[in-house]
């Protein structure tokens, strides 16, 4: 159950946020994107890392009348929006603004992205994402089918035709209804940390829902403020490449025709080195930290296993 209610502030609307240790960063941008809306409920999931870590969020709930969900293990993301989507639905919310602890936006954007959700409920609506120095972090993006590539829709070429795609927004913010989350399934807990956004966009399109994004509207999002490698600079964790690179393989066995799964489990090594090299190549003199979990995840991809690796690569659940 919720550890605070704030039953006062709980509306028709919520913003819900996933904190995994960041209790400060939950507060700064929480708390300016919610600044003169007291009729919007900010919901908080926090994901467990330390006691202290849970006792310092609950207080910031207590604070500014948030409800905090305290989970006992670390679910992921796509659960720990599912646990702040149930405590808002359960505090009166009909529509959810997804929002990741290190980002935010104008309080103005937030009405706007959810009086739309409210007006066409089947649309999920994103807005422009881009980082603190100005420069696009997320926009509009295309999954091709036939290979698994990533582009932004903008440049997709005249040849391409719609039905090879599929339009996606990034998991960082969104805004979705009530009815369009149980229409679409919500997000989808196999995948623990990326590529849940890409699977829910596409349960989104074959439940007769619309994915959007309005360009109007911007929010901003730090990802270095939650994502530091410890490594190179520019480099990515161990835990993005891992999770980039398996869940692409989850997402092809969950959706895609057996043809179009071979296709893409050939092109599973080349596809790998491309998220490596989003990092930059100086980041391959550490292979414990790039080449090792890539290899991981190819091969747990292959398998079909989902969930949090343990030691020695084991995952405990296994899709067929």
Same mark, same amino acid.
């Given at each position: 159950?919720?550890?605070?209610?704030?039953?006062?502030?709980?509306?028709?609307?919520?913003?819900?946020?996933?904190?995994?240790?960041?209790?400060?960063?939950?507060?700064?941008?929480?708390?300016?994107?919610?600044?003169?809306?007291?009729?919007?409920?900010?919901?908080?999931?926090?994901?467990?890392?330390?006691?202290?870590?849970?006792?310092?969020?609950?207080?910031?709930?207590?604070?500014?009348?948030?409800?905090?969900?305290?989970?006992?293990?670390?679910?992921?993301? /796509?659960?720990?929006?599912?646990?702040?989507?149930?405590?808002?639905?359960?505090?009166?919310?009909?529509?959810?603004?997804?929002?990741?602890?290190?980002?935010?936006?104008?309080?103005?954007?937030?009405?706007?992205?959810?009086?739309?959700?409210?007006?066409?409920?089947?649309?999920?609506?994103?807005?422009?994402?881009?980082?603190?120095?100005?420069?696009?972090?997320?926009?509009?993006?295309?999954? $091709?089918?036939?290979?698994?590539?990533?582009?932004?829709?903008?440049?997709?070429?005249?040849?391409?035709?719609?039905?090879?795609?599929?339009?996606?927004?990034?998991?960082?913010?969104?805004?979705?209804?009530?009815?369009?989350?149980?229409?679409?399934?919500?997000?989808?807990?196999? $995948?623990?940390? $990326?590529?849940?956004?890409?699977?829910?966009?596409?349960?989104?399109?074959?439940?007769?829902?619309?994915?959007?994004?309005?360009?109007?509207?911007?929010?901003?999002?730090?990802?270095?403020?939650?994502?530091?490698?410890?490594?190179?600079? /520019?480099?990515?964790?161990? #835990?993005?490449? $891992?999770?980039?690179?398996?869940?692409?393989? #989850?997402?092809?066995?969950?959706?895609?025709?057996?043809?179009?799964?071979?296709?893409?489990?050939?092109?599973?090594?080349?596809?790998?080195?491309?998220?490596?090299?989003?990092?930059?190549?100086?980041?391959?003199?550490?292979?414990?930290?790039?080449?090792?979990?890539?290899?991981?995840?190819?091969?747990?991809?292959?398998?079909?296993?989902?969930?949090?690796?343990?030691?020695?690569?084991?995952?405990?659940?296994? #899709?067929?």
């Amino acid at each position: 159950m919720p550890e605070s209610t704030g039953a006062e502030a709980a509306g028709r609307r919520a913003v819900v946020v996933v904190n995994y240790g960041s209790h400060d960063l939950v507060e700064r941008n929480l708390s300016s994107t919610l600044t003169g809306l007291p009729d919007v409920l900010g919901v908080v999931v926090d994901n467990r890392t330390s006691e202290a870590e849970s006792e310092a969020m609950s207080d910031v709930g207590r604070r500014h009348g948030w409800v905090v969900v305290p989970s006992p293990i670390n679910v992921g993301f /796509g659960a720990g929006v599912a646990l702040g989507v149930a405590a808002a639905r359960a505090a009166g919310a009909t529509e959810f603004l997804i929002l990741n602890p290190d980002a935010h936006l104008d309080p103005a954007a937030v009405v706007k992205l959810l009086a739309r959700v409210r007006e066409k409920p089947m649309e999920l609506v994103a807005p422009l994402v881009v980082r603190p120095d100005g420069t696009s972090f997320a926009e509009l993006q295309d999954l $091709y089918l036939a290979d698994g590539r990533m582009r932004a829709s903008r440049v997709r070429p005249a040849f391409i035709p719609e039905a090879d795609v599929v339009r996606w927004v990034s998991g960082a913010c969104f805004a979705i209804s009530s009815r369009l989350w149980d229409a679409s399934g919500g997000f989808d807990h196999d $995948y623990f940390l $990326y590529w849940e956004d890409v699977d829910l966009c596409w349960r989104v399109w074959a439940a007769g829902g619309v994915v959007r994004v309005d360009e109007g509207l911007t929010a901003v999002h730090d990802e270095g403020a939650t994502h530091a490698s410890g490594g190179p600079v /520019g480099a990515k964790s161990p #835990i993005y490449y $891992y999770f980039n690179i398996r869940n692409r393989l #989850i997402f092809a066995r969950k959706h895609l025709d057996r043809v179009s799964i071979r296709r893409w489990r050939r092109g599973a090594p080349r596809m790998a080195l491309l998220v490596l090299l989003q990092g930059g190549r100086r980041q391959f003199r550490s292979p414990r930290r790039t080449i090792a979990p890539a290899l991981r995840a190819v091969r747990d991809g292959l398998r079909g296993t989902t969930g949090v690796p343990r030691k020695g690569g084991a995952t405990p659940k296994s #899709i067929h």
